[in-house]
């Protein structure tokens, strides 16, 4: 059900989407630090609302489709905060396009997947990846300006920041590869044929 504990963790990301808006356009040392705090509380979520669901049994159908979908619209829209509040300037451009291909690959391949009921499990890999990027977005969105605020000036803030994100821009260049490859796999496959042989297999959390 939508209102079960797990899928109202999940809508809570989208929900936070709007006030980090909020946040960022402030252009506020207070209002980034504020915004690193929502996203990062935000990011948390995607690993109780799996944990709990599975703990209590309670894993659902809506709940499998709309999580990768809070994830992805949370990555996306900090990813063009940064950018367009000039907090990804230069080389560190680069590491959030490829960050933002992948996740529009991953979409698509997640939809034609599906109608094969095909499942991919989650590597080790692709976990460290989500959790450098999502590391980096929060210490991005956080930057210079709310370490001065915080009285910690003497941390490079932005920097971690941007090694962070080519560190996950690396590990989303293989675990997307190995998502191209699935997809390559069962690119001759009849949907309607493979359909009817096959099971709904695990749901695909990039």
């Known amino acids: 059900m939508p209102t079960d504990l ?31 705090v929502v996203f990062s509380a935000a990011a948390i979520t995607d690993y109780f609302d799996g944990k709990i669901a599975r703990s209590r049994q309670i894993v659902s159908g809506f709940g499998r489709m709309l999580d990768p979908i809070a994830d992805k619209l949370l990555v996306g829209a900090a990813l063009i905060l940064l950018a367009g509040h ?10 959030a396009i490829i960050i933002l291909l992948r996740e529009i690959l991953v979409s698509g391949l ?17 976990k460290w990846k989500t959790g450098f990027q999502m590391g980096a977005l929060g210490t991005l969105l956080a930057g210079d300006t709310a370490a001065a605020a915080l009285q910690i000036s003497v941390l490079p803030v932005s920097l971690i920041g941007e090694a962070m994100l080519w560190t996950a821009a690396a590990l989303t260049l293989v675990t997307g590869w190995d998502y191209l490859m699935a997809g390559l796999h069962h690119a001759g496959t009849d949907p309607r044929a493979e359909g009817a042989k096959r099971q709904p297999g695990p749901a695909v959390r990039p």
Do not use: F, M, Q
Not at 86 to 95: F, N, R, S, V
């Open 110 to 126: 997640r939809e034609y997947l599906a109608e094969l009921r095909i499942g991919l499990p989650v590597s080790r890999l692709a």
């Open 86 to 95: 000039e907090k990804l300037t230069g080389w560190t451009l680069y590491p």
């Open 6 to 36: 797990p899928n109202l963790l999940t809508l809570s990301r989208i929900a936070a989407i709007p006030l980090l808006v909020a946040l960022v356009a402030l252009r506020d040392p207070w209002g980034d630090v504020a915004a690193c």
